[in-house]
C-alpha cells in the first residue's frame, strides 16, 4: 500500500552503426578488470572497433534518466503518487550512411554529388515535477477496470533539432560544398556560452518551461472476489491477487516551450545554388554566421517548441502461480511533429520469479524491430540492477550500445498492521478474540 522509491537511474546507448567486435580483447580484458589499451585486435580504427558495412543509414539513440524521492500511496480504490525525475534523451534516425562512413573512416567527400531524405535529429534535456493518480472505477465479479493519469511540470534544460526533409548538394573544385536543394528547420537553446563551446552557460539553467502527460487504462481479472467494505487502515487494505492484467496507455504527451537562448531556423532553397567554403569551426555564433547564406531571414525566432517522445504501449502480465509470472510490453512511436526525440519501438516478453525478498527476471525483447536482446534484472529486498543487454556484457554480442539501471527503495505491504496502527476498537476486539480463542 506505499512504495517509496529512493533513488533509481538508468543509462542506455544504442547505435547500428559502430561497434567493438564481440571477440576484441577489449571486452575480455574490460569483462576481467584488467588494465586496457588501444591496441585490442585487426580491426580498423586503432584496431580498436569497426563499422557496420552496407548500409545507407543508421540510427542512434540514448537515454538517461534518474528518479529521485518518489512515492506511492494506496487509499482503497485510489492510488495516490508523486516526485521528481530528471531525463536526457538523444536521437538519429535515417542518417546518410555514405556521410558517416566517411567521417569515420576520414576519407572526407568522395562523392561529387549526395542526395538524401528525412533526416531526424534531437537531444532533449529537462528535470520534472511529477504526480499521478489512479482509480479503480469498476470492480464486480472478480472484474476490474483502473484508469490513471500522471501530470508534470517540466523545466528544459537544454533542447536541440534538426529536421532535413531534402538535401542534395554537389561539389565542383576542392572543399568547396554547392548547395542544389535544402528544406531544413533546426533550433536549439543550450547550457553553453555561445561564443565559446568551453564556457557553460547555466544563467537560468531551465531554458524553458512547459507540461506533459501519460494516461493509460487497465483491465484486471482477479483470483477471487474480494467482499470487504467499510473503512480501514492504509495497512490493513486485502491485496487482491490477480489471473491476468492487460493495459494500454499513451506516453509522452506535452511538450517545453524554448525561450531563453533559444535560436530557430529554417531554410528553403530549391530555385537557387547555394555555395559554401571551409571555415574555422570555433563557436555556435561562427556556425551560424556561415550558415546564414542558407538561411530563410524571415524565419528567424528566439523560441521553439519541442514535443516529448510519445508512443502507445499496450502490456500485459500473467500470473501462472505462486511466484511465477509472464509479463510483456509493445511500445510504437507517435510523431506529432519534426521537433521532436524519436521515441524507440520494441517488443518484450519477460518470465520473472518475484517474492518478498528475491526477484528475478528475464526479459526477451525485440528492439526498434531489428534486434533481439536478453537481459537480466536481479532484486534483492530493497535493491535492483539490471541489464537489458547480458549478451555485450558477457562477450556473447558484438558491443555497439550499454544498458544498466538500479533502483533502491522500500514498501509496506498490504495486510500487516503493527498494533498502533489498528486503532482503539480493533484493539479491544482482537484482546477479545484472543481470550475466545483460548
Not at 562523392?111 to 515535477?129: C, G, M, P, R, T
Not at 535544402?182 to 555561445?194: E, Q, S
Not at 521532436?340 to 525485440?366: D, K, M, N
Not at 495486510?415 to 480493533?426: D, F, H, R, T, V
Request: aromatic residues 16%; hydrophobic residues 35%.
Amino acid at each position: 500500500y506505499l512504495d517509496v522509491n529512493i533513488v533509481s537511474a538508468d543509462v542506455f546507448m544504442e547505435n547500428d552503426f559502430a561497434y567493438i567486435p564481440k571477440d576484441s580483447a577489449f571486452i575480455r580484458r574490460l569483462l576481467k578488470g584488467e588494465a586496457l589499451s588501444t591496441n585490442y585486435g585487426p580491426y580498423k580504427y586503432d584496431n580498436f572497433y569497426d563499422y557496420y558495412k552496407g548500409k545507407s543509414n543508421y540510427s542512434f539513440a540514448a537515454a538517461i534518466t534518474v528518479t529521485g524521492p518518489s512515492f506511492m500511496v494506496q487509499n482503497g480504490k485510489q492510488v495516490y503518487g508523486g516526485g521528481v525525475a530528471f531525463r536526457s534523451l538523444e536521437s538519429f534516425y535515417n542518417f546518410p550512411g555514405q556521410i558517416l562512413q566517411n567521417w569515420y573512416t576520414g576519407a572526407g567527400i568522395t562523392k561529387n554529388e549526395e542526395h538524401f531524405k528525412d533526416v531526424q535529429i534531437a537531444s532533449l534535456s529537462w528535470s520534472e515535477l511529477f504526480f499521478n493518480y489512479t482509480v479503480n472505477f469498476y470492480e464486480r465479479y472478480g472484474n476490474k477496470l483502473t484508469a490513471g493519469i500522471e501530470i508534470k511540470y517540466l523545466f528544459g534544460v537544454e533542447g536541440f533539432f534538426m529536421s532535413i526533409n531534402d538535401f542534395k548538394y554537389h561539389r565542383m573544385n576542392g572543399n568547396e560544398i554547392y548547395i542544389d536543394t535544402l528544406h531544413a528547420v533546426g533550433g536549439f537553446a543550450l547550457p553553453v556560452n555561445y561564443d565559446n563551446y568551453s564556457k557553460i552557460n547555466l544563467n537560468p539553467w531551465a531554458k524553458g518551461h512547459g507540461v506533459g502527460a501519460n494516461i493509460g487504462i487497465m483491465y484486471t481479472k482477479e483470483k477471487k472476489i474480494n467482499s470487504v467494505k467499510g473503512n480501514k487502515p492504509l495497512c490493513a487494505n486485502i491485496y487482491d491477487d490477480y489471473q491476468y492484467r492487460i493495459g494500454l496507455s499513451i506516453m509522452g504527451i506535452g511538450g517545453i516551450r524554448f525561450d531563453r537562448f533559444a535560436q530557430m531556423y529554417k531554410s528553403d532553397i530549391g530555385d537557387a545554388t547555394k555555395r559554401l567554403t571551409p571555415f574555422n569551426n570555433n563557436s555556435i555564433n561562427s556556425i551560424i554566421k556561415y550558415l546564414d547564406p542558407l538561411i530563410s531571414q524571415s524565419s528567424k525566432d528566439t523560441s521553439f517548441f519541442m514535443s516529448l517522445p510519445a508512443a502507445v504501449s499496450l502490456q500485459f502480465d500473467y500470473h501462472f502461480k505462486k511466484r511465477v509470472y509472464l509479463s510483456g510490453f509493445w511500445i510504437h512511436p507517435l510523431r506529432f511533429q519534426d521537433k521532436s526525440v524519436r521515441h524507440t519501438a520494441q517488443l518484450a516478453f519477460i518470465p520473472r520469479y518475484e517474492s518478498r525478498l528475491v526477484g528475478i527476471s528475464l526479459p526477451f525483447s525485440w528492439y526498434d524491430y531489428q534486434n533481439l536482446r536478453l537481459g537480466l534484472a536481479i532484486r534483492l529486498y530493497t535493491v535492483t540492477i539490471g541489464t537489458e543487454k547480458l549478451g555485450t556484457l558477457l562477450g556473447i554480442n558484438d558491443f555497439n550500445g550499454m544498458d544498466f539501471y538500479f533502483n533502491i527503495k522500500f514498501s509496506l505491504q498490504k495486510g500487516k498492521c503493527s498494533p498502533w496502527n489498528l486503532g482503539a476498537c480493533q484493539k479491544t476486539h482482537k484482546s477479545k478474540r484472543k481470550k475466545v480463542v483460548k
